[in-house]
């Protein structure tokens, strides 16, 4: 397996000069979104001096909001996706929300079958993080798409996260005629950061459980692979390219600012109770049981530069290329970092790379041609 160089690897780390002007150009927001892309809470919001996971929930969402009207689809698009929740039941005999995208005007041949999960550490996060991809994928793929609402951590500690996009992929499986889908078209799993984690994950059990209809894809955008596992003890033939990692680079994204591996141990030990032995939090500690990382469906990236998860997702794709046999394409944005897309929706490469995610999610889908 050949590897990048470290020449290679560290030029992705260079901040794009696009990234320096936002923080120059939107001074007059008071604030340089380049170090600091979430404004900090003001007295006017209503959870003004909460340091609650609901409060930190809330200014997450606020925030994003305030900039939704930049998105590359702002809102609904009801006269070309309409849009419906509905419960669902998981194991435990609770109900989770899904929410359902279907084309309005249904393609001749049939809608294939997509499910994201969204991002957020597997403690924030909500549906609105994947409704411009669901809509997207609906209105130019024709696709049926549901939007998974899992539980979040801490209140909803490992596994419950992954038990409940489970048991929701399995819902979805089962009912995908009533739902309008035809999987044979197209089954794909997807989702970004701690989304692209779960759909990682999902892929590996899904085999192992042997899902039926079988997923034919996956899309991993900016995917938490290794989960930022210490450099000590990843393989020594991975380690010399495990570069992004904090505890080897000094990080600079402006969004995922993990500056110590400790910080992320932290929080997967205390408030997702679980660890990097375990591969449904980490699925690359699949790679060591008996099928590895084998018989898994083509695989779409997404990887941004300056992202500290850069290097687990390279390698990551490599491994499903190289070793595992997998079908595999990439996206590399050099110079950008974790969820810039969305945090500077005004950038003319946060457009193309909504863009290219439409374009990676076609491939998909014709892989199964």
């Known amino acids: 397996m050949v590897s990048r160089t470290e020449e290679e690897l560290s030029s992705y780390g260079i901040m794009d000069p696009a990234m320096v002007a936002v923080s120059l150009d939107l001074v ?12 900090d809470p003001l007295p006017s919001d209503p959870y003004y001096g909460d340091d609650s996971y609901s409060a930190m929930r809330a200014h997450r969402a606020t925030t994003l909001r305030e900039k939704h009207h930049l998105r590359y689809v702002p809102g609904p698009i009801p006269e070309q996706v309409s849009e419906v929740d509905r419960k669902i039941p998981v194991r435990d005999g609770t109900e989770i929300t899904v929410r359902i995208y279907r084309p309005v005007k249904k393609p001749a041949e049939g809608s294939p079958l997509i499910v994201m999960y969204h991002e957020g550490g597997w403690s924030i996060g909500d549906l609105s993080d994947e409704e411009t991809n669901c809509r997207l994928f609906s209105r130019d793929l024709g696709a049926i798409c549901v939007n998974v609402d899992y539980r979040l951590a801490p209140e909803y500690p490992f596994p419950i996260w992954i038990d409940d996009s489970w048991d929701a992929l399995k819902w979805v499986a089962q009912n995908a005629a009533s739902l309008g889908a035809d999987p044979s078209l197209g089954f794909v799993i997807g989702g970004g950061s701690a989304g692209g984690n779960i759909a990682a ?85 699949y790679g060591a049981r008996e099928n ?44 950008f970092g974790h969820y810039f897309w969305t945090n500077w929706p005004q950038l003319e490469r946060s ?8 374009k990676g999610m076609k491939w998909l889908l014709e892989q199964n041609l």
């Open 201 to 285: 994950v999902l892929a590996h059990i899904a085999r192992d459980e042997k899902l039926s209809p079988p997923l034919t894809g996956q899309y991993l955008c900016v995917p938490a692979i290794m989960c930022l596992t210490p450099p000590t003890l990843i393989s020594p033939a991975y380690r010399r390219e495990y570069l992004s990692h904090p505890d080897v680079t000094s990080n600079i994204d402006p969004v995922l600012k993990v500056r110590l591996g400790a910080e992320f141990a932290e929080h997967m030990h205390s408030n997702l109770k679980t660890s990097w032995t375990d591969p449904r939090a980490v699925p690359f500690m």
């Open 351 to 358: 457009r193309e790379f909504v863009e290219d995610t439409v």
């Open 292 to 335: 590895g990382h084998r018989a898994l469906p083509p695989a779409y990236f997404q990887i941004c530069g300056l992202d500290p998860l850069r290097d687990e997702g390279l390698i990551y794709e490599r491994i499903l290329r190289e070793e595992a046999g997998v079908k595999t394409k990439v996206d590399l944005y050099k110079g």
């Open 28 to 39: 007059s927001y008071s604030i340089a979104l380049a170090s600091h892309p979430v404004r």
